[in-house]
């Protein structure tokens, strides 16, 4: 059981350097999408079964198909002989893997504040989605509200800004 | 749990690695977008894992991970405006080639 | 006794094999058995349905359909297998290969993955989650990714313009298709299919979420929405024979085209599957058992479905749009408004009150959108 959760988590990780380093943008934004499904099946595993569904519902569904769009609009089929990444390959990595190691070293010595009883108790519910109904909409209700309206604003931004200039 | 905390901590942080890398690295601008969605989610991963091994009402973290999900998607959806915006004026999308103050 | 046959089949099976297998073998031939069943069903489903909407649809256009293979034609689904696996599979020179190949088998994935959470019968659900419909919405909206690879690893035009016609179309009646799933969530306060089709049980029939003024409205939302998911008429603008050739699937030939085929049918039994599920009762019914009451009800849906291929012409794109994002959605909005009322107020009160609200609307609605709607013609020399 632990090794397909390993696996799991190595061929996500496989997919998501695929996501970088393609050349293609169309074949960049479907690993991202195998990405997003396999961190999907992670939230599973952690028995958080609404954000799983709502993962795949939002981004897969919506985001990706949104991600899609823009690159069928915008790119010409002679782009795919140029070079995909910038002049700063070498400095981008070397510091990439030295944050990794730090991040690395520090998660394995901190001593988490880990509850043997947390990890009883959400085993043996399957009210996920009501625990989160109630709680978005008694203690969290403010921040609810406040995501209303940046969602609303967000729509009318971006049709405006996307919008072609009628002619004068 | 039956796969330690750690490793799903380590699991997220290479994720995030990897969409710093593809932040900083890639020309194509939604390219950079994607990477910057690889970002949001590793902090995802973290928080459901933290909320799983660490606190009694284990929705706290999950409802952290909605917003943090619904944002990322409006992000993306300005991010894309401004991109497909970009394009028709100046037909490119690379982010080498948009570096003049004026057009 | 015969309401719950295959249960006790798999039952027994399962049995026999505990005597000499340990228990995690069990576990995994159990699972193994609900696949095969699924996998097993739904191409069949799909064969007999291609029949059935051959013969339906001819009777409507006052012929018969298909019937010289087999009696009354039944055989003609495997004569239309023998032919889709002979025929030359033709990839185009340009085409990307990786993409074109796997975009078939992706499209077939989330239609037989919906599978799992459909009650066939009284305990008869594959995987019973307890987000039930929130897994089927969320897995149907991965299937619009597929046709996005299918039209650009093509490199044609009209696929293109095909599959971007197809997925606007599709991830605009998906919003109004989540909506209107709501007010039952609202009012059973649980996303288990199996539990939905409980919570209709009872007095013959009267307590299905279709005879309340939210559930009517709700399941028109839902079927149309349904409709315009699975590209079929009059929604079917993305496969249009006489307008873009075929549009996203033109450069597939043979078994591929087959699954894409498949795919569609598939999706329209898992909708009216659904529908029938979550507005008329699923397997509840008096005297038959619960299996034969579920395929009947999803089968008159899908006679529904047929019937509006051979009545209906087609939609033009922009009215299609129109119809989701200007009428369709503002009405879900107020759709859940009323089943609030009629979660809190007392039953008589409520039904006046809330279909009042629903009739109104609907009006209201109407009048907004009466600017987009086209004139009655006048035809001079018509008579």
Not at chain 3, 195 to 206: H, K, N
Not at chain 3, 219 to 234: H, K, M
Not at chain 3, 334 to 357: D, E, M, Q, S
């Amino acid at each position: 059981m632990q090794f397909a959760i390993y696996a799991l988590m190595v061929i996500s990780v496989v997919w998501a350097v695929c996501a970088v380093t393609l050349r293609s943008l169309f074949h960049s934004a479907l690993c991202f999408t195998a990405v997003l499904l396999g961190i999907a099946g992670i939230f599973v595993v952690l028995h958080a079964e609404f954000l799983a569904a709502v993962q795949v519902l939002i981004y897969v569904g919506a985001v990706m198909t949104l991600v899609i769009f823009a690159v069928m609009l915008t790119e010409r089929l002679t782009d795919v002989s140029v070079r995909a990444n910038n002049q700063q390959i070498w400095i981008g990595l070397l510091g990439g893997v030295a944050f990794l190691t730090l991040l690395i070293k520090v998660i394995l010595v901190t001593p988490w504040p880990k509850h043997p009883d947390a990890v009883a108790a959400t085993v043996m519910t399957s009210e996920n989605t009501k625990h989160i109904g109630i709680a978005l909409l008694s203690q969290y209700v403010f921040p609810f509200e406040v995501l209303a309206v940046v969602l609303t604003a967000v729509i009318i931004g971006a049709v405006v800004i996307a919008k072609k200039d009628k002619p004068a | 749990m039956i796969v330690p905390l750690e490793h799903f901590l380590i699991f997220g942080a290479i994720i995030f690695t990897i969409g710093l890398y593809g932040t900083l690295v890639r020309r194509n601008l939604i390219g950079v977008l994607i990477s910057i969605e690889l970002i949001l989610n590793s902090v995802n991963v973290n928080l459901v894992a933290f909320s799983k091994a660490t606190s009694m009402a284990p929705e706290t973290g999950q409802i952290f991970a909605v917003f943090v999900i619904a944002m990322a998607a409006a992000a993306v959806a300005v991010g894309l405006a401004i991109v497909i915006a970009l394009y028709r004026v100046q037909k490119t999308v690379l982010a080498d080639e948009v570096n003049l103050l004026k057009w | 006794m015969i309401d719950q046959l295959f249960v006790n089949i798999k039952q027994g099976g399962l049995q026999l094999l505990g005597g000499f297998l340990p228990e995690w073998a069990v576990i995994l031939v159990s699972i193994m058995m609900s696949i095969g069943i699924l996998a097993a069903l739904g191409p069949l489903i799909m064969m007999y349905l291609t029949l059935m909407e051959r013969k339906v649809v001819g009777r409507m256009q006052n012929r018969i359909g298909p019937n010289r293979v087999g009696k009354f034609g039944l055989l003609q689904p495997l004569a239309d297998g023998i032919k889709m696996l002979t025929k030359e599979d033709i990839v185009p020179v340009n085409a990307d290969k990786v993409v074109h190949f796997l975009a078939p088998i992706l499209i077939v994935v989330p239609a037989l993955l919906a599978f799992a959470v459909i009650p066939f019968g009284r305990n008869m659900t594959a995987v019973d989650l307890n987000i039930g419909v929130l897994f089927f919405l969320a897995v149907s909206s991965t299937g619009t990714l597929a046709i996005f690879m299918a039209s650009w690893s093509s490199r044609n035009k009209y696929s293109l313009l095909g599959g971007m016609r197809a997925v606007a179309q599709m991830i605009s009646y998906e919003v109004p298709m989540v909506m209107s799933v709501v007010p039952i969530l609202v009012v059973t306060g649980t996303m288990s299919t199996h539990a939905i089709v409980e919570a209709q049980g009872g007095w013959g029939g009267f307590r299905w979420f279709l005879f309340t003024p939210w559930g009517f409205a709700s399941a028109i939302i839902f079927f149309l929405c349904g409709v315009a998911e699975t590209n079929r008429s009059p929604f079917d603008l993305p496969e249009a024979e006489s307008e873009i050739i075929a549009g996203f699937h033109t450069e597939y030939s043979g078994m591929k085209f087959a699954l894409f085929y498949m795919a569609e049918f598939m999706n329209t039994f898992t909708i009216c599957a659904l529908t029938a599920t979550l507005f008329l009762g699923g397997w509840q019914g008096p005297l038959l058992p619960s299996w034969l009451w579920f395929f009947l009800k999803t089968y008159s849906l899908i006679f529904v479905m047929m019937w509006f291929r051979g009545t209906l012409p087609r939609f033009r794109v922009d009215q299609m749009m129109g119809l989701a994002w200007k009428f369709l959605l503002p009405f879900t909005f107020v759709n859940i408004g009323v089943a609030g009322v009629w979660y809190f107020a007392p039953r008589n009160t409520a039904a006046v009150v809330c279909t009042l609200i629903l009739a109104v609307t609907f009006w209201i609605l109407t009048k907004l959108n009466r600017i987009y709607t086209p004139e009655k013609r006048v035809y001079s020399f018509g008579d």
